[in-house]
């Protein structure tokens, strides 16, 4: 699996999440590094750092600052599914590292 130069939008988020529809993902890979960054909807900037497996799960750490200012830092497990058309969705479970430290889960695709 390979996400270097890759660009995923958001199409489904638990409602203690921050990342919507009109968030943007720009992902770059060296080696078993990825990192990103993101930013849309509530969230005014963010980045992320995540390990790559063999079979293409993403162990990652993210941190943004949303809208109002507040930055927030978090936990992701994704784990890809090649579509159809070569597109890579990820199903995401996530958790908060700040605030009130709860979890979700999220559905982000290559566009």
């Given at each position: 699996?390979?996400?270097?130069?890759?660009?995923?939008?958001?199409?489904?988020?638990?409602?203690?999440?921050?990342?919507?529809?009109?968030?943007?993902?720009?992902?770059?890979q060296?080696?078993?590094?990825v990192?990103?960054?993101?930013?849309?909807?509530?969230?005014?900037?963010?980045?992320?750092?995540?390990?790559?497996?063999?079979?293409?799960?993403?162990?990652?750490?993210?941190?943004?600052?949303?809208?109002?200012?507040?930055?927030?830092?978090?936990?992701?497990?994704?784990?890809?599914?090649?579509?159809?058309?070569?597109r890579?969705r990820?199903?995401?479970?996530?958790?908060?590292?700040?605030?009130?430290?709860?979890?979700?889960?999220?559905?982000?695709?290559?566009?």
């Amino acid at each position: 699996m390979n996400y270097n130069k890759k660009t995923f939008r958001s199409i489904s988020n638990t409602p203690n999440g921050e990342v919507s529809g009109d968030t943007i993902f720009h992902y770059v890979q060296t080696g078993n590094i990825v990192t990103a960054t993101y930013a849309g909807g509530g969230i005014a900037e963010g980045h992320l750092i995540a390990l790559v497996d063999e079979m293409g799960n993403l162990d990652m750490r993210y941190h943004h600052v949303n809208l109002q200012g507040v930055l927030q830092t978090g936990i992701c497990r994704s784990v890809p599914e090649m579509l159809p058309d070569g597109r890579i969705r990820l199903q995401e479970t996530w958790q908060w590292t700040s605030g009130d430290g709860s979890s979700g889960s999220s559905v982000v695709e290559e566009f």
